[in-house]
């Protein structure tokens, strides 16, 4: 079950391009809060506080969202909008609030676990090709991530979205999509001389083309 985090945020109330740089020159982060049934709201985060909460959010993580001083209300963080040119930096938070009766749709890490067979016996390698599983869940319910144990995979062996099984979880994703395979190591292509074929001896390239005899000389040589 994902960890409970507290963020507090103040209610903003110039919006645009221009109020949005204006607050991250104070050290905030202009974000928004909505959800089923609420109006939304500009909201302002302290950067400081912002960055504390995603070091300790992973995942699908809930967290208790303070507006203004009122009662906390538990929300999910849906987005994150960085800088292209500086990733690390934040630029805008979109946070939906939801609610404990009802379920939701979120997006669950998946965590290989274990060394497979076939990698460990066989020189295989393990192509892990769906990272995240698409899952409906109560609020409550949501897991940090998905843990699969690969450890008895073979070399051409799959794991299928319909292998993995959760409680109080139901999966989204095509069951017979694959989620991790471990296939055979890459061999180099040898080319096999032919037998009784003669090698083929590349002649020298000449530097300079010999003059044919019948060529006049250029005038003035």
Same mark, same amino acid.
């Given at each position: 079950? /994902?960890?409970?985090?507290?963020?507090?945020?103040?209610?903003?109330? /110039?919006?645009?391009k221009?109020?949005?740089?204006?607050?991250?020159? @104070? !050290?905030?982060?202009?974000?928004? +809060?909505?959800?089923?049934?609420?109006?939304?709201?500009?909201?302002?985060?302290?950067?400081?506080?912002?960055?504390?909460?995603?070091?300790?959010?992973?995942?699908?993580?809930?967290?208790d969202v303070?507006?203004?001083?009122? /009662?906390?209300?538990? /929300?999910?963080?849906?987005? +994150?909008?960085?800088?292209?040119?500086?990733?690390?930096?934040?630029?805008?938070?979109?946070?939906y609030?939801?609610?404990a009766?009802?379920k939701?749709?979120?997006?669950?890490?998946?965590?290989?676990?274990?060394?497979?067979?076939?990698?460990?016996?066989? !020189? !295989?390698?393990?192509?892990?090709?769906?990272?995240?599983l698409?899952?409906? %869940?109560?609020?409550?319910? +949501?897991?940090?991530? +998905?843990?699969?144990?690969?450890?008895?995979?073979?070399?051409?062996?799959?794991?299928? %979205?319909?292998?993995?099984?959760?409680?109080?979880?139901?999966?989204?994703?095509?069951?017979?999509?694959?989620?991790?395979?471990?296939?055979? $190591?890459?061999? #180099?292509?040898?080319?096999?001389?032919? *037998?009784?074929? @003669?090698?083929? *001896?590349?002649?020298?390239?000449?530097?300079?083309? $010999?003059? #044919?005899?019948? #060529?006049?000389?250029?005038?003035?040589?």
């Open positions: 079950m /994902a960890n409970q985090i507290t963020l507090d945020a103040r209610i903003r109330t /110039a919006t645009g221009g109020a949005a740089r204006t607050l991250r020159r @104070e !050290g905030k982060i202009p974000g928004v +809060i909505y959800g089923h049934g609420r109006e939304p709201e500009a909201l302002a985060v302290e950067v400081t506080a912002l960055a504390k909460t995603l070091m300790s959010a992973h995942g699908a993580t809930i967290i303070a507006v203004d001083g009122r /009662a906390p209300v538990k /929300a999910l963080i849906r987005e +994150i909008q960085r800088n292209p040119v500086r990733p690390g930096d934040v630029i805008h938070l979109d946070l609030e939801v609610k009766d009802e939701i749709t979120v997006a669950v890490p998946v965590h290989l676990t274990g060394i497979p067979d076939g990698v460990r016996n066989s !020189g !295989g390698i393990l192509d892990h090709s769906l990272r995240e698409d899952v409906e %869940v109560y609020p409550a319910d +949501i897991p940090a991530s +998905i843990d699969i144990d690969v450890t008895n995979l073979t070399i051409g062996h799959s794991i299928y %979205v319909r292998d993995v099984t959760l409680d109080k979880v139901k999966i989204l994703n095509d069951p017979n999509v694959p989620i991790c395979t471990v296939v055979a $190591p890459r061999a #180099e292509e040898v080319v096999a001389p032919v *037998v009784g074929e @003669e090698p083929v *001896v590349a002649e020298p390239e000449l530097i300079r083309k $010999p003059k #044919e005899e019948d #060529e006049e000389e250029p005038e003035g040589k």
